[in-house]
């Protein structure tokens, strides 16, 4: 009789052990074996979380073996905060506060920091320092600003560091006023993926709160930028 035989490796911080399975199918054998690797051994001895899967075949009586061997991403989760507010100042206004990457910290004071790059202004370099559910959070990121569109959109995408990417949208409602939206779409950091379903609702609470000192910040900006 012949068989086939199915391994399957999984790297996960979640998970520990082996399974093996025996699945009987049209006369023949199929040996599928699952073993998930402790997340001690994924971070130090195989780099990033990853996955592999191997298909080892041939005749069971057979000399002749082909083994092969492919590796898989593992599939992270991602999430989508969005928020708006209301400003009292010209979208111009709006548009060129938000613009200033580097005063971003003044309103929004869970950024620490933003450098711009000065031989490639496209970029910049953000660090992050919060206190979030008992852990005191410290990320940085390298992030790469699209070409805009004046007063109405800015965007980004990080390079390096968290995985993100956002965009804001002003919307005029008058000659003195306007909306401006902010969406942040991110990948949950690891150490809190035991409380990703609670993370979205903080962050667009913290992200809410942001906004909120924008609308009042931007006030004092339109008077004097170099505040």
Not at 68 to 80: G, I, L, R
Not at 116 to 136: C, T, V
Request: glycine share 4%; proline share 10%; charged share 20%.
């Amino acid at each position: 009789m012949s068989a086939t035989a199915t391994s399957l490796v999984i790297s996960s911080p979640n998970l520990l052990g082996l399974m093996t399975k025996t699945i009987p199918r049209n006369g023949s054998i199929l040996f599928c074996s699952i073993a998930i690797v402790p997340p001690w051994r994924s971070y130090h001895s195989l780099g990033p979380p990853s996955m592999f899967f191997r298909i080892p075949y041939g005749s069971s009586k057979g000399s002749s073996v082909f083994t092969a061997s492919k590796p898989f991403a593992p599939v992270m989760e991602w999430q989508n905060c969005t928020v708006k507010v209301e400003t009292d100042v010209p979208v111009s206004v709006a548009y060129n506060c938000y613009s200033d990457r580097e005063a971003v910290p003044r309103w929004m004071p869970s950024i620490s920091s933003v450098k711009i790059l000065e031989d490639k202004p496209e970029l910049s370099r953000w660090s992050m320092k919060y206190k979030a559910f008992g852990r005191d959070v410290d990320f940085s990121w390298l992030t790469r600003n699209f070409q805009p569109i004046p007063n109405q959109k800015i965007h980004w995408r990080s390079l390096e560091g968290v995985p993100n990417r956002g965009a804001v949208r002003f919307y005029p409602k008058g000659p003195s006023s306007c909306i401006v939206e902010l969406t942040v779409s991110y990948e949950v950091p690891q150490i809190f993926v035991p409380v990703a379903s609670a993370l979205q609702p903080f962050l667009e609470g913290l992200l809410r709160s942001d906004m909120e000192r924008f609308a009042s910040f931007v006030k004092s900006y339109q008077a004097d930028p170099t505040r």
